[in-house]
């Protein structure tokens, strides 16, 4: 477990708050700590927004997506879209030549 937490320290200092110029550290812990708590989770921008603010920690709602995009960009995080469409399985034949469906 120590190993883990080692490498979210490393990538959030090293990757994110120096490459980037992070200024807002204790946001981007609490985003952190957010996103790897509720791993395969929604996770809504706006929202987390509206709960820092009211713990009273200073943040942007365009901050939040930035953080986002620089924890996506040193591999902590993936971002994973959710389509509208439903998947079809392709068309396959049986034996006697018909289309299954």
Request: with cysteine; net charge positive.
């Amino acid at each position: 477990m120590q190993l883990l937490r080692d490498y979210v320290d490393v990538a959030i200092l090293r990757d994110v708050v120096e490459r980037h110029g992070v200024r807002n550290v204790t946001g981007l812990r609490w985003l952190v700590r957010q996103l790897l708590a509720n791993a395969g989770s929604l996770f809504s921008a706006t929202k987390f927004h509206a709960r820092l603010k009211s713990q009273e920690i200073a943040i942007g709602r365009d901050s939040v997506h930035d953080l986002v995009a620089h924890l996506e960009d040193c591999f902590l995080v993936r971002d994973a879209r959710i389509s509208a469409t439903r998947w079809k399985p392709p068309c396959s034949s049986n034996l006697n030549g018909a289309a299954v469906r």
